[in-house]
């Protein structure tokens, strides 16, 4: 089995950089997800142009969510893992402050080049092969396309989520023997 892990929103704090970056309150940016540029009331286009001002250590520096180490080594119990990760169109420094963030946190990861850079994730499924990522379109084209998926639980997509879900009872389940199931309503 080959398990693919996302990165913002599952391994890494986008949330947190972002509430830094723009000095939001956390909550509010985890609550609007892919709407976070209304919260600091600019446009996409602003959003990500300050982003991409703040350069490739920005992306780097983004801190590990606390279960990134547990959910890495659960998901490697059960087989192959890769990182699969979507950097942003209007962020060409994202693409390399990625790489080094997986250098500095996933070293074994980014040694062995287990890792893809790319926005069509769906390319990669197949049979015995799993996604784990928070983007619902993500986790539809993926299962769409033959791939076995789980809906990383976060702020943003509890409404295709039972309310009990939790990243730590994914990743107990992952414990458990490999059940990647997402529980989507």
């Not at 520096?61 to 080594?73: H, K, M, Q």
């Not at 893809?116 to 993926?142: E, H, M, Q, S």
Request: proline share 7%.
């Amino acid at each position: 089995m080959i398990v693919f892990l996302d990165m913002d929103g599952v391994l890494v704090d986008f949330a947190h950089g972002t509430a830094r970056l723009f000095g939001l309150p956390l909550d509010e940016v985890e609550a609007n997800g892919d709407r976070t540029h209304d919260v600091a009331g600019v446009t996409q286009k602003e959003f990500w142009r300050k982003i991409e001002s703040a350069g490739r250590r920005w992306w780097e520096d983004l801190p590990p969510y606390p279960w990134a180490s547990r959910l890495v080594e659960a998901c490697g119990a059960v087989g192959d893992v890769y990182v699969a990760t979507s950097p942003p169109r209007d962020c060409p420094a994202a693409g390399s402050g990625k790489l080094a963030w997986i250098r500095r946190y996933l070293p074994e990861v980014y040694a062995a080049r287990r890792y893809f850079v790319g926005t069509n994730k769906w390319l990669l499924a197949g049979p015995d092969r799993v996604l784990v990522d928070d983007d619902i379109r993500k986790y539809r084209a993926f299962t769409a396309a033959g791939g076995q998926a789980a809906l990383f639980p976060r702020p943003w997509n509890m409404q295709h989520l039972p309310a009990t879900a939790t990243p730590e009872g994914l990743i107990e389940g992952i414990e458990r023997g490999g059940e990647f199931d997402g529980h989507l309503r």
